[in-house]
């Protein structure tokens, strides 16, 4: 077996072997053969990236087997490997193996851990095959493989109500997009007579000019299919419209959060725009629309993440604005920026969920902010881990000296949009800038309300029921859990009534530490690589890459520059005024601004529309069908009715079998007068 098919096909042997073994094979024997399968596939993903960046790799294509031939319709199973396919397997393999080394500590006292672990190794196959696709119907199979998965594990507890309902809301919006993607695939297969992604992009420019009819109208050719597909790219991706499931996929345990929400999954949309992107290139109204509904997500996210108070969602709300700024960059034709931003991303976004993750195991499960606080002198570790997290995603740096990741990668997105010139490129500027400064300050808000301030822990449920665990079913597992803390002598005097928050194990801070390490240099290290003036000489083609764009990109005037930077420090100042100077002041703002703040609150009442004008309608239709059309008319005129038939039929032809002599002469007598009555009549 070459590497390729080695880093595609280990994933899903472990996930077969966990999962058919389950509890019979027990839990430490499947975690190892997941988790090693991973560090194996990544271990063989970094070379192969690494090839690239030097730039003496070429794209490869390893065929597995052929597939489908039917008519004009053809095509076999291929890894593609390529610079886009590269980055790809890099942040999958990475952060997937991260992720199941972190659940060995997450995850311990879970009894279905087999479970756990399989699901994990399928998503990162069904994400692996995406990304090595060489047709889009190998790259629909990874997108509806990473669904499935994403589904199963987002319902993981599935004896609790809403973790079902959240997978299937997910797997429901999901399906939305998947109609667009697969009716953009048809119209690709009826428009290019293949479905081979080189073939497809190399006669991209033949549809300039060209028409289809949709709907009964006649559009643009390309326009069509590539909004067709950008819906799919929208659901997938959490795009405003179809952005609903990702908050509510939170229910999830907090690793899978990490590896969908944050690195893999969701960005999958971002990659199959990049990877079509000459595609896109043939229709401006096409990436119109990309930049519109980039921008306005990002703005829509990151207003919504401000009044959150569940650790887990600000994230999840963080990393759907932060789509919106990956998915605008496409729509002005910085690919090369998108793909920087999803790398950066994933390494700062997985370390801020495990970073979460931590901070919940330490505090009972408790995910709400408004009961955690003073954290810092406890669980100091991961408190650094988040401090590099939040730096990364609020992009703290200084120009030519050194940045954090998302310094890089989140400033060429707005000084390509704004070098873009367009007025839409110039409107994504804006609210970009303005995204940029709702993220530092829900980020530093997280941090502050999180790590610093008095410690608010006894007011939660969660932790009483673990003190009076602790102190009523044998104190001895309390002590060894917390033994260390008692050694300080502090605990008693915060009031929280012998409560003492633990640092997480190990095998949970190695890969929080390894990820520490991308998000502070992973921008330094690659920017001149993904944004090198030049000619693109990294991509190979794996993308369209706009020098003049580059170009522009690092001509605009100064304060365009300086715009990030200073909206970041005005972010961090509102924060540090209203949660540690100031404690009083959000309570204040509520007070004043109501309205608004349960508008964003209620995340702008999408679900509440939705409920409004799809599920209450769909009900309502539902109910009429059961109770009108199923039983008052099928069932009644149908099976019932028949049987009703049959029934009073039988009952009176029972009466005429009375078993008396004179009844039956009766009616012989009524017969016969019957019948010659018939003979005369005629």
Known sequence: MSSIQTIVFAPLAAAIIAGLGNKKIGAVPAKLVTTGALFLSCALSWPIFLSFLGGHAQESITPVLDWVKSGDLDFSWTLRVDTLTAIMLVVITSVSALVHLYSWGYMSEEPDQPRFFAYLSLFTFAMLMLVTANNLVQMFFGWEGV????????????????????????????????????????????????????QILHDAPTL??????????????????????FVGAMGKSAQLGLHTWLPDAMEGPTPVSALIHAATMVTAGVFMVCRLSPLFEMSETALHVVTFIGAITCFFAATVGTTQTDIKRVIAYSTCSQLGYMFFAAGVGAYGAAMFHLFTHAFFKALLFLGAGSVIHAMHHEQDMRYYGGLWKKIPLTFGAMMAGTLAI?????????????????????EAAYAHGTELGHFAFAMGIFAALLTSFYSWRLIFLTFFGKARWEQSEHIQHAVHDAHGHGDHAHDHHHGHDHAHGHGESDGTAGYHPHESPLNMLVPLAVLTVGAVFGGFAFAQYFLSEGTGEFWKGALVFDESLIHAAHHVPEWVKLAPAGVMLTGFAIAIFAYILNPGFPAAFVAQFGFLYRFLLNKWYFDELYDLIFVRPAMALGRVFWKVVDIGIIDRFGPNGAAWVVARASRGAARLQSGYLYSYALVMLVGLVGAISWVIAR
Do not use: H, Q
């Not at 000019?209 to 597909?229: D, K, M, N, Q, Y």
């Not at 609020?394 to 707005?414: M, P, Q, R």
């Open 394 to 414: 609020t992009g703290v740096g200084i120009d030519d000296v050194f940045g954090f990741a998302g310094f890089y990668s989140k400033d060429a997105i707005l």
């Open 208 to 229: 300039a000019g060209s028409t289809i009819g949709f709907l009964g109208f006649r559009f643009e050719t390309a326009t069509v299919i590539c909004l067709l597909l």
């Open 147 to 198: 669904g499935l998965a994403s589904y199963l594990l987002i319902g993981f507890w599935f004896r609790k109500p809403s973790a079902t309902k959240a997978a299937m809301k997910a797997f429901v919006v999901n399906r939305v997009g998947d109609l667009g993607f697969m009716m953009g695939m048809f119209g690709i297969f009826l428009v290019f007579k293949t479905v081979s992604i080189p």
